[in-house]
């Protein structure tokens, strides 16, 4: 009788899961009357979470009690069972066997078509193999009480790369899709050939990066090392897209000096297509350059906050120094560098005295822009305009070296401190 109240308990249970958790109260008890005598077996009862009966003592009554016993736990999951889960009990007409069979159905087959494809993404497996992969670590942490900050700061790392490489590959779709339709309606002329050249290049360069990017950090090295060679991976592209670009003029010069008089316009054609490019690996060069020199003074910063309130004081004693000579970048550039050193004066001296004399600086050196006079000042931008974008990014690589040295320089100064 025990074995039997413990079979139709788990099948309960088993049917209670399957059921979206339905969780039945109560408990279960089958046995056998007291026998009276004169040939008298006893009767065989069932409860069944309050719903009882009684069933002859032999195996009629065995059967009889094994099919009420069912019918009870189908009236009590059929009361508690909502959406998907009542249909499927109401049509399995009172038999264990036929909701089993539906269950099983329902879970294999049906639920299936109705899953999002965003879950079945090679995209969401993988966030999904690196939430995994951080789970027991993050418990475990949680058990000891101990902060998991490092632990989920690794993790969301690594979703980020995830997500940098889901991307990155869409992006060259998006390049590819693009590629074709140019020859397409283009046809093969060779400015067609210039633009379909130029896009594979910065597609092909996006692709280096990264994987120069991963192979860096692989060796162990350190940020300031990897960030270094990171800088000097984008100066070469920058003047290997120069290149290229110089040879696709060079071929529109060839054409030009064929053509006769009509030359002429392609060859300035081609000349403005040279310094267009030159403008584009500009930006490139100069954002990097921006880049490696907040290190100093970002919260990317190795030092301390006075390491980069120090930094980013020697940046606005540079520009504005380069500013009042009339360099037109370093006018251009001076609110920047104010609004840096104001921010990290801010952090060091909250308020008082010391973020007074920083703000009244701040105020004098601007104020001092205006003293060159509107004429100088004209002139000034003037003569950067008049200058060629190749120009330009040959002195924006120059820069860029000087700040990644500048950045090593304050590593080391860093770590020759004492430790305090």
């Known amino acids: ?47 069944v979470n309050g719903k009882k009966g009684e069933f002859s003592n032999d195996e009629e009554g065995a059967k009889a009690l094994a099919a009420q016993a069912s019918k009870y736990l189908l009236e009590q999951l ?30 294999d087959v049906y639920k299936k078509f109705g899953e999002t494809a965003a879950a079945a993404s090679a995209y969401q497996q993988a966030l ?10 993050i418990a475990k942490a949680q058990e000891l009480s101990l902060s ?43 400015p ?38 990171l800088a000097w991976n984008e100066a070469v592209l920058a003047q290997e897209r120069l290149g290229v670009q110089k040879q696709y003029a060079d071929q529109a010069l060839a054409i030009a000096n064929q053509s006769g008089a009509d030359g002429v316009a392609a060859a300035q054609q081609a000349a403005q297509a040279q310094q267009q490019a030159a403008g584009s690996a500009l930006s490139v060069v100069t954002n990097l350059r921006d880049y490696v020199g907040s290190l100093s003074t970002s919260d990317a910063s190795a030092g301390t906050v006075m390491d980069r309130f120090g930094a980013a004081g020697n940046d606005f ?26 921010g990290l004066a801010r952090e060091v001296y909250g308020g008082g005295q010391g973020y007074a004399d920083a703000i009244k ?18 002139q000034s931008f003037i003569r950067e305009n008049d200058r060629e974008n190749t120009d330009r990014v040959v002195d924006a690589i120059a820069e860029l070296r000087a700040e990644n040295v500048q950045l090593r320089a304050d590593i080391k100064q860093i770590l020759m401190k004492p430790a305090a």
Do not use: C, H, P
């Not at 633009?195 to 996006?206: E, I, N, P, S, Y």
């Not at 600086?361 to 004209?378: H, N, P, Q, V």
């Open 361 to 378: 600086l701040i105020g004098d050196r601007i104020g001092s822009i205006a003293d060159i006079g509107s004429d100088a000042l004209t």
């Open 317 to 342: 004693n540079a520009i504005y120094g380069a500013a009042a000579a009339g360099d037109a970048n370093s006018i251009s550039g001076l609110q920047g560098a104010a609004e840096t050193y104001r």
């Open 148 to 190: 998991t900050e490092a632990i989920t700061a690794a993790r969301q790392k690594d979703f980020e790369a995830v997500t940098a490489q889901r991307d990155a590959q869409f992006g060259a779709f998006g390049t590819n899709l693009e590629v074709r339709q140019l020859v397409a309606t283009g046809g093969d002329t060779l």
């Open 78 to 107: 059929t009361t508690l069972a909502t959406g998907d889960y009542a249909g499927i009990l109401n049509a399995s007409g009172g038999s264990i066997e036929k909701l089993q069979s539906d269950l099983t159905w329902y879970t």
């Open 1 to 47: 009788s025990e074995s039997a109240a413990q079979s139709i308990a788990s099948l309960a249970a088993q049917l209670g899961a399957a059921l979206g958790g339905i969780k039945l109260g109560g408990e279960v008890a089958v046995g056998v009357t007291q026998s009276r005598g004169d040939g008298d077996v006893g009767k065989l009862y069932l409860d």
């Open 192 to 229: 067609i050939q210039e633009r379909v050249g130029m896009m594979q290049f910065d597609l092909q360069a996006k692709q280096q990066m990264a994987q120069a990017k991963a192979t860096l950090e692989s060796w162990g090295l350190s940020a300031e090392m990897v960030t270094g060679q």
């Open 128 to 137: 999904d193999q690196v939430t995994a992969a951080y789970a027991t670590n």
